[in-house]
Every structure is written in C-alpha cells, then in structure tokens.
C-alpha cells in the first residue's frame, strides 16, 4: 500500500497506520516528515477510534496538498 498518496475516502476496512517509518518531526511546522502527523497524532493513533483516524487521515491528506 502506497501511504504517501493514500485516500481515506476510497479506502474499506481498518484504516491503516501513516508511518512509513521516517520518523523527524518539523520544528517548523510541527508535523513528522513522513507521516504528516503532529506528535499527539501520533501519540494517541493506537487508541483512537475508526472516526477519529479518518478525520486524521482527512488532515494528512489536506497537509500534504497545501505544501
């Protein structure tokens, strides 16, 4: 699965964790450089519900389109 253009909105099933294993996080910005997550994103993604990972998964994909 190709993470770094992944759609939450033509994904079923479980969503997917967005590490890809490039773990630095922008002072900058304040998201990891692979993921596109924030620390707390990423933090609490174990025990955040399908809801709540769509709505991050949403935000991944607006991040990585405005930059």
Same mark, same amino acid.
């Given at each position: 699965?190709?993470?770094? =253009?992944?759609?939450?909105?033509? =994904?079923?099933?479980?969503?997917?964790?967005?590490?890809?294993?490039?773990?630095?996080?922008?002072?900058?910005?304040?998201?990891?450089?692979?993921?596109?997550?924030?620390?707390?994103?990423?933090?609490?993604?174990?025990?955040?519900?399908?809801?709540?990972?769509?709505?991050?998964?949403?935000?991944?994909?607006?991040?990585?389109?405005?930059?």
């Amino acid at each position: 699965m190709d993470l770094k =253009h992944f759609n939450p909105a033509q =994904h079923s099933g479980p969503l997917p964790s967005p590490c890809i294993n490039v773990c630095q996080m922008n002072k900058a910005s304040g998201l990891c450089q692979g993921c596109w997550r924030t620390i707390g994103e990423i933090i609490d993604w174990s025990d955040t519900s399908e809801a709540e990972k769509f709505q991050v998964w949403t935000a991944i994909v607006k991040r990585r389109s405005s930059l």
